[in-house]
T-cell receptor
């Protein structure tokens, strides 16, 4: 399957600071990437759809000014959690779409565990 | 009614048995169906995709799709303890979500005992 990487794999930061998470498609170009958040023992929650060269589309209830998404190239999308607070502590996972002539398949990155103190 | 429904489990099976995981979805226009496996603390890993009615086999895994009944299942033959994980059913092409997005069920936790 296609390879999606994330960096960092985990991060601990102080409350009020900003944290940037990178998502890269390593062996394919991804015009569309997705950002998810998952709290312990809960299901994946889609935060936003990131399209290369355009503004991200956020899901209802997700603050676009707090979770800044930039998809500046076909292999890189970034999520910046601004002014992070303890309630933002979560597992953040990106995914990217691999398109063939007749199907779209989503592959996930390994995730980034954010802990805000 | 949830858009994608799964029994949360846990589903417990002995090693070597067949594990059967089920998923129903609400929107008849859905076209693509996926099963992901998620180990605790890890991100989801794609196991199978299925697009047409019937069965699709890949090694010990068989996905079954019945669009008339809006039902998709995953069978795991010769279950191993290493198969113990949460299995997520995902559906693409739901009318009210946009056709690119995947809608996930809450997952079924599978426990395979040695």
């Amino acid at each position: 399957g296609a390879v999606v990487s994330q960096h960092p794999s985990w991060v601990i930061c102080k409350s009020g600071t900003s944290v940037k998470i990178e998502c890269r498609s390593l062996d394919f170009q991804a015009t569309t990437m997705f950002w998810y958040r998952q709290f312990p023992k809960q299901s994946l929650m889609l935060m936003a759809t990131s399209n290369e060269g355009s503004k991200a589309t956020y899901e209802q209830g997700v603050e676009k000014d707090k979770f800044l998404i930039n998809h500046a190239s076909l292999t890189l999308s970034t999520l910046t959690v601004t002014s992070a607070h303890p309630e933002d502590s979560s597992f953040y996972i990106c995914s990217a779409i691999v398109r063939t002539s007749d199907t779209d398949t989503q592959y996930f990155g390994p995730g980034t565990r954010l802990t805000v103190l | 009614q949830k858009e994608v429904e799964q029994n949360s489990g846990p589903l417990s099976v002995p090693e070597g048995a067949i594990a059967s995981l089920n998923c129903t979805y609400s929107d008849r226009v859905s076209q693509s169906f996926f099963w992901y496996r998620q180990y605790s603390g890890k991100s989801p890993e794609l196991i199978m995709s299925i697009y047409s009615n019937g069965d699709k086999e890949d090694g010990r895994f068989t996905a079954q799709l019945n669009k008339a009944s809006q039902y998709v299942s995953l069978l795991i033959r010769d279950s191993q303890p290493s198969d113990s994980a949460t299995y997520l059913c995902a559906v693409k092409g739901l009318r009210n979500t946009g056709f690119q997005k995947l809608v996930f069920g809450t997952g079924t936790r599978l426990l395979v005992s040695p």
